[in-house]
């Protein structure tokens, strides 16, 4: 499975958006790039994918580079309940989940 | 709406002790249903995955067991715990695509002592 990078953590203010970045420049034509996000002691939330057009959900935007080399996940205000750990994952046609450490987002007041 | 429910929330249970989590999902029809474990520290693991009744994919080999009695049912089984199984015991549901768009359920930590 390609691997993605993302920051380890990242800081934002409540209501302002907040653009998570992650970098997968090994990423093949066929990988669907997967968003998910852990609240502490909770289990993961689907968030958004996508492949190659940006897309918009009730969550969050995923915009993706032309090349798809990377992707940003943006919330457009950030709330004190989006603080978790993001998640960006590469699914290829085949493989499965792969959950790296991904970026710890905290939220200030 | 759909929904997933597991249980039990926590559990502590002896070495050598046998195990038996549920996960039932509402709201669906032949989903495709997975079991993921997350040690302290460290990402989830794919353990299990089924696609239908009866059907089990094993991910990585161990002490551990899945079973699909029902179409919205998964039961994941030890019949004894080593203390490494300690962890958070996560169900998940997702329907077409294997592996798109999972939702997850509230979880079991489990401490084997």
């Known amino acids: 499975d390609a691997k993605t990078t993302q920051p380890n953590s990242m800081e934002s203010n409540e209501e302002e958006p907040v653009h998570l970045p992650c970098n997968h420049s090994t990423i093949s034509g066929t990988d669907y790039i997967h968003w998910y996000r852990q609240l502490p002691s909770q289990g993961p939330e689907y968030v958004i994918h996508?492949?190659?057009s940006n897309v918009n959900n009730r969550m969050a935007s995923l915009a993706i580079a032309e090349d798809r080399k990377s992707s940003t996940l943006i919330l457009h205000r950030a709330t004190l309940r989006d603080a978790a750990v993001y998640y960006c994952?590469?699914?290829?046609?085949?493989?499965?989940?792969?959950f790296g450490k991904g970026t710890k987002l905290s939220v200030k007041p | 709406s759909q929904t997933i429910h597991q249980w039990p929330a926590t559990l502590v249970q002896p070495v050598g002790s046998p195990l038996s989590l549920e996960c039932t999902v509402e709201?669906?029809?032949?989903?495709?249903l997975y079991w993921y474990r997350q040690a302290a520290g460290r990402g989830l693991q794919l353990l299990f995955y089924?696609?239908?009744?009866?059907?089990i994919s094993s991910e990585v080999p161990q002490n551990l067991s899945a079973s699909r009695p029902q179409d919205r049912q998964f039961i994941l089984s030890s019949k004894k715990l080593l203390l490494s199984d300690s962890g958070f015991y996560l169900c998940?549901?997702?329907?077409?695509?294997?592996?798109?768009?999972?939702?997850f359920g509230p979880g079991t930590r489990l401490t084997v002592t």
């Open positions: 996508g492949l190659t």
């Open positions: 089924s696609v239908g009744i009866g059907q």
């Open positions: 709201g669906t029809s032949n989903p495709n």
């Open positions: 994952i590469l699914l290829g046609s085949q493989g499965n989940l792969i």
């Open positions: 998940a549901w997702s329907v077409g695509r294997l592996y798109y768009e999972q939702y």
